[in-house]
């Protein structure tokens, strides 16, 4: 489903981010990504979805090459992914019923299926109570429960999540852990980027491994 | 259509500052462009009433007699452009100035009417252009009984040059205002619209297209050139009502029945329109640009 034939990026400062980088996903699969900060996770993530280009290399999602295709295809593309980012980008003056909405309004959506999808969704992530708040007034946990909730909120093909359970505490993170291993259950493609080496492990995966922009094949070869 | 103008009000009442911000910018820009219009329209009006007119006075020589004028004002009474030529006696000119007022009545003290002239008016069946007129009085004037024709050339010919130097430096002045108003406008929309970069960001993310990201700025950006348009009508309404009497008392001495232009209904659409288009094209521009980049 997700092809990535030797990708590279040199960011325009000169950091070499990504260094020819090979990966497949299946549907139904879940790879983790890990390395050291600033190894290239999120790099490798936003050229997934987009939001960055590549110098060098292809990505092909579902047989379309998405580092060739035209601009104004993306916002298809996007429908079918979900996508968790680092930098949470909600709408601060927007409450969370309405922020999980956006993915559906995008697509018209008919109001009464919206309204019934959001409070499923709101019941899964367990924001039930906190429908008619503002993002500033959850916590970090909460928040990134929200951005989950608008990323699945369209039954995408695949999610893309970074740094799910970065910047909580061992709680909250071990909650959206479970979150996300529940969305693999079901049947979600998802690719994780994540700092935390023992997740994958704990539910029998081997994470890719990133250094430097490069996939190390041995895990013996980690560093640090 | 409905959803984004609803997107477009909620944007409004959730920063009701921005929407202030915008739409007073749009709404100086507007009311200094349709003052400086304004101020040019009455100028070119003026100089129109000026360069028209309906009356001629003939100025004749002494010692004619009362034959010979009757002859010359029965011989101008035929011209096809002339309604009416009346004699005027030296006694009735000496009884027109006296009841002027007390001060032209103690001007004539002492002094007898006959120092005064005979005189042919002659009414106009319509207004001509002012070269018309002055063709009409050469043909006049050429007559060995006429000492002078006056249509009002003295005042008109002082201020033709200065109205003329006005009028060509306006429609410099024009453009500049109106660009120096549409960038300040531009400006002020897209600092508006830049803090708001977020919320595009959020829309490309999640798969929307430009045209889906645009609509609700768009209508905005409309509403926001509506108010400022509403703005600018009320302040110039309020002018006409406070400052038009005033001027025209001041004034009119000098302009002699000419009546102040103020905006009309045209006026009233025109100020919509601009503002409306202003909005528009201003937060086009803004999230044209961001949308720009890729994200
Ligand atoms: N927009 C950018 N412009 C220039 N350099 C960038 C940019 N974004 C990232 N980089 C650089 O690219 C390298 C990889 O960054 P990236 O964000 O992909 O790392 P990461 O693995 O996600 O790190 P973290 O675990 O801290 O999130 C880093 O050296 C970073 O400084
Ligand atoms: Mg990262």
């Known amino acids: 489903m997700?092809?990535?034939?030797?990708?590279?990026?040199?960011?325009?400062?000169?950091?070499?981010?990504?260094?020819?980088?090979n990966l497949e996903m299946r549907k139904g699969e879940i790879t983790f990504l890990t390395g050291h900060s600033g190894s290239g996770k999120s790099t490798l993530l936003k050229i997934i979805s987009g939001e960055e280009?590549?110098?060098?290399?292809?990505?092909?999602?579902q047989g379309q090459c998405l580092t060739?295709?035209?601009?104004?295809?993306?916002?298809?593309?996007?429908r079918k992914m979900g996508i968790i980012s680092q930098d949470f980008k909600l709408l601060m003056h927007q409450n969370i019923r309405e922020n999980i909405s956006i993915p559906l309004e995008v697509v018209n959506t008919p109001r009464r299926i919206m309204r019934r999808r959001v409070d499923d969704m709101l019941e899964q992530v367990n924001l039930g109570a906190h429908a008619k708040k503002l993002p500033s007034q959850l916590s970090a946990g909460q928040r990134q429960r929200v951005v989950?909730?608008?990323?699945?909120?369209?039954?995408?093909?695949?999610?893309?999540?970074?740094?799910?359970?970065?910047?909580?505490?061992p709680k909250e993170g071990a909650d959206i852990a479970r979150l996300i291993e529940d969305m693999h259950q079901k049947g979600a493609t998802i690719l994780v980027a994540t700092h935390d080496h023992q997740w994958p492990e704990r539910i029998g995966q081997r994470p890719i491994y990133l250094h430097e922009g490069r996939i190390l094949d041995n895990p013996v070869m980690r560093v640090g | 259509m409905l959803y984004f103008l609803n997107?477009?009000?909620a944007s409004i009442r959730q920063r009701p500052g921005a929407c202030l911000l915008a739409s007073s910018t749009i709404g100086a820009a507007l009311t200094l462009s349709a003052l400086f219009f304004l101020s040019v329209n009455n100028v070119q009006a003026l100089t129109a009433f000026w360069s028209k007119s309906t009356f001629i006075s003939v100025e004749l020589i002494d010692n004619l007699s009362q034959k010979e004028i009757e002859f010359l004002a029965n011989d101008y009474q035929k011209m096809p452009e002339i309604k009416e030529a009346a004699i005027v006696t030296p006694e009735m000119a000496w009884a027109?100035?006296?009841?002027?007022?007390?001060?032209?009545?103690?001007?004539?003290?002492?002094?007898e009417p006959s120092i005064l002239p005979t005189t042919i008016e002659l009414f106009l069946d319509q207004t001509y252009p002012l070269e018309k007129i002055a063709e009409l009085s050469q043909n006049m004037e050429a007559s060995n009984h006429v000492r002078a024709v006056d249509y009002g050339q003295d005042e008109y010919g002082q201020l033709h040059e200065l109205l003329d130097v006005l009028r060509r430096t306006s429609h410099v002045l024009g453009v500049l205002l109106s660009l120096m108003a549409a960038f300040i406008v531009a400006n002020t929309i897209g600092v508006t619209i830049y803090s708001r970069q977020d919320e595009i960001e959020v829309m490309q993310r999640v798969g929307a297209t430009p045209g889906f990201i645009r609509a609700p700025f768009l209508f905005e950006g409309g509403i926001w050139g509506l108010f400022g348009a509403l703005m600018t009508i009320s302040l110039l309404a309020l002018a006409d009502y406070f400052m038009t009497p005033h001027l025209s008392k001041i004034l009119s001495p000098l302009l002699q029945g000419f009546r102040l232009e103020f905006i009309d209904v045209s006026g009233i659409l025109?100020?919509?329109?601009?503002?409306?288009?202003?909005?528009?094209?201003?937060s086009l521009f803004s999230v044209s640009k961001i949308l720009g980049r890729k994200v």
């Open chain 2, 7 to 9: 997107k477009a009000f």
């Open chain 2, 96 to 111: 027109r100035f006296k009841a002027k007022g007390p001060k032209s009545a103690a001007l004539l003290e002492g002094l």
């Open chain 1, 2 to 21: 997700l092809e990535v034939f030797s990708l590279s990026k040199t960011y325009a400062g000169g950091t070499k981010a990504l260094d020819t980088i």
């Open chain 2, 270 to 282: 025109w100020i919509g329109t601009f503002g409306i288009l202003l909005g528009l094209s201003g």
């Open chain 1, 53 to 61: 280009s590549c110098s060098d290399g292809r990505v092909l999602f």
């Open chain 1, 68 to 78: 060739t295709m035209a601009a104004r295809q993306w916002p298809k593309m996007r």
């Open chain 1, 148 to 169: 989950i909730a608008r990323a699945l909120i369209n039954n995408p093909l695949i999610v893309l999540a970074d740094e799910p359970t970065g910047h909580l505490d």
